[in-house]
């Protein structure tokens, strides 16, 4: 089953709204084994959309549509598809009485617009939203078969989950589904990692299973992707992919799953070993912090953080000293050697990390230039800074802080040398 996905609304092409329907429904279609070959994004224009309509009801099993369908003049969809349809729209009492509950429920007067949205074409089968007042459609031709759904993101969900999807599988006479297996690794990039993996593996890569390297900030994921008749029959093919990238990547790997995160990866292994973290953070401004306590039971690791973004906080909270900041600047090794020590000893922590840098996009220097990063670490037995160069953008610059500070626990606990990225020691 081929499927072609329509989002629509002139808020997804301006920036306004961030189109995330789109990419919920290619997963969830993908996994069930429909195969996502087309996703439009088009505007509150009716010709344009009727024309994408026609084309994808000829090339598509499926179509998919979101949005559209709100009380305001806007929302045309539902007489783009009466019209290729060739039917008529008649109010459907239940689904008005619904609506007018909802209005005499929250004490918001009805009108005139909100009275169309009760009208359904008379040649397709609603689809009650108990979420909201728009109402899905369901078209089932011979050739294809058409979901109008709301572009509210839970109500679009919803209607997916309870109305629309046991539909598609009774269509699709669940042959075949996808699986996607997903490997996680940090401190690498991603053209290393794959000149890591690729040495043997496309003598054991059937051409049904496909790997994808998916980059981030905090660093690369691995999915593996197979399609077959059974779940035993996609795990046959590409356990021997698994074992060929762990046996490769090694000490790179975090972990598996779709949505396991360093930060989680990290707070494992501090609780496994009984040690307390805390953090000192500067150009990063608490997005370490952030990222841990994110983690539910990360109280039982983290102690705490000192937000030194100025120099007074750096030496009142920290002891960070004045003639150290004088002679070699808030951004250098020593300070971010200060930083973590004093976090450690203040919070009776036994790791602290640090961060000292310029964000940007404007501060830096010749010799400091935007991107400069000094990120300290210290326990008991190891006292170092690592120094990094990363972009011109401030959020990245903070999110690649945070990454390396994160991966740089994870490594000195499970005592891996070798630092993210290649990164080099500088010891106190």
Request: glycine share 10%; proline share 4%; net charge neutral.
């Amino acid at each position: 089953m081929q499927c072609h996905i329509i989002s629509i609304g002139n808020e997804l092409l301006i920036g306004d709204t961030v189109n995330t329907n789109a990419s919920w429904l290619g997963d969830v279609l993908t996994n069930m084994g429909v195969e996502v070959t087309h996703i439009h994004t088009i505007g509150d224009n009716y010709g344009i959309l009727k024309r994408t309509l026609e084309h994808a009801l000829e090339q598509a099993d499926l179509v998919i549509t979101t949005g559209g369908l709100g009380p305001t003049h806007d929302d045309i969809t539902k007489k783009v598809v009466t019209e290729l349809f060739g039917c008529e729209l008649n109010v459907d009492e239940e689904i008005l009485n619904f609506i007018k509950k909802i209005f005499r429920e929250r004490n918001i007067p009805f009108s005139k617009s909100n009275y169309h949205q009760a009208e359904v074409p008379d040649c397709c089968e609603p689809l009650f939203n108990t979420q909201g007042t728009a109402p899905g459609l369901w078209f089932d031709s011979d050739r294809t078969k058409l979901a109008v759904l709301p572009g509210v993101p839970y109500e679009m969900k919803h209607l997916m989950n309870e109305k629309v999807l046991p539909k598609i599988k009774s269509s699709n006479g669940n042959t075949t589904f996808r699986y996607s297996h997903y490997i996680t690794t940090a401190g690498v990039g991603e053209s290393t990692l794959s000149d890591t993996i690729i040495e043997g593996l496309s003598s054991i890569l059937p051409k049904e299973i496909s790997v994808a390297y998916l980059p981030s900030p905090q660093g690369t994921r691995i999915r593996i992707s197979a399609y077959g008749n059974s779940q035993k029959a996609v795990d046959e093919k590409i356990e021997p992919v698994i074992a060929h990238i762990k046996e490769k990547a090694g000490y790179l790997i975090i972990g598996e799953g779709k949505d396991l995160t360093l930060a989680q990866s990290v707070g494992e292994i501090l609780a496994d070993n009984k040690f307390w973290l805390a953090t000192a953070e500067s150009c990063t401004g608490g997005y370490i912090a952030n990222a841990v306590t994110d983690i539910p039971g990360s109280s039982r690791y983290f102690k705490g953080g000192v937000n030194a973004y100025s120099n007074e906080v750096k030496t009142t909270q920290l002891g960070v000293r004045k003639d150290t900041l004088e002679k070699h600047g808030a951004v250098s090794k020593a300070v971010a050697l200060q930083m973590a020590k004093g976090a450690a000893k203040r919070l009776n922590a036994d790791i602290a990390i640090s961060t000292t840098g310029i964000a940007g996009p404007g501060g830096g220097t010749d010799k400091k230039p935007v991107g400069t990063v000094w990120i300290g670490f210290y326990s008991e037995k190891r006292h170092f800074a690592l120094h990094a160069r990363f972009t011109n953008d401030r959020l990245i610059n903070k999110e690649r802080s945070a990454a390396v500070a994160l991966e740089m626990v994870r490594r000195c606990i499970l005592d891996i040398d070798e630092m993210p990225y290649g990164l080099k020691k500088n010891e106190a």
